[in-house]
């Protein structure tokens, strides 16, 4: 299978997004599947394409970014040729192009729940009327919702919208790679 996995941010990037989503596309290169990964060039990193332990990772440039807030709507027309979309929320500069392509090409699309939109100042009213706006238009095209725990679902603003919209998410744990942690 062909999939294309979305996230924010890929290491050596510190953060939880990029781990997770690293060690996902390994694993399922180690299953068979042809993995591609799209995130932003930024923190250093060249646009281009490099392969990781098997993945193909796109660092697109961004059209406009900030902190971890990348615009790419270049990434709309990359994903005519995959199986399956993969996004990892929150990536606030592709999502809009992520789904315009997932109903375009008819594509299936997963979606995985990291974390709330959190901000002070200007940001909080911001990333609240970004929530209320998109999170229930990802919620309703996609074919698969995962969280980090029930917990983790039912707290988050993703839980308040599961309700509302009568959709359900499933468990996916981030997981730990014990061999990171075993002495020699």
């Known amino acids: 299978m062909k999939i294309a996995q979305i996230t924010c941010v890929w290491p050596p990037y510190g ?3 990029g781990m997770v ?3 996902q596309a390994k694993n399922l290169v180690r299953l ?3 993995v591609t990964v799209f995130t932003p060039a930024y923190h250093g990193q060249k646009a281009g394409e490099i392969n990781w332990q098997g993945v193909k990772v796109v660092f697109l440039k961004p059209r406009l970014s900030f902190g971890n807030t990348a615009w790419l709507p270049q990434i709309a027309a990359l994903l ?3 199986d399956l979309i993969h996004l990892h929320l929150y990536f606030i500069g592709a999502t809009k192009y992520v789904l315009r392509a997932v109903k375009r090409y008819s594509l299936p699309l997963v979606v995985q ?3 709330d939109l959190i901000g002070w100042g200007w940001r909080w009213p911001l990333f609240r009327l970004y929530t209320a706006l998109v999170l229930p238009k990802i919620i309703r095209s996609a074919k698969h919702i995962l969280g980090l725990s029930k917990v983790h679902i039912t707290s ?4 308040r919208y599961l309700t509302k919209l ?3 998410a499933d468990v996916l744990p981030n997981g730990v790679d014990s061999k990171h942690f075993l002495r020699a």
């Open 113 to 115: 729940y990291h974390n």
């Open 15 to 17: 953060g939880g997004v």
């Open 32 to 34: 068979g599947h042809q």
């Open 156 to 159: 988050s603003d993703l839980g």
């Open 80 to 82: 005519k040729n995959f």
């Open 21 to 23: 989503a690293s060690e």
């Open 166 to 168: 009568n959709r359900v």
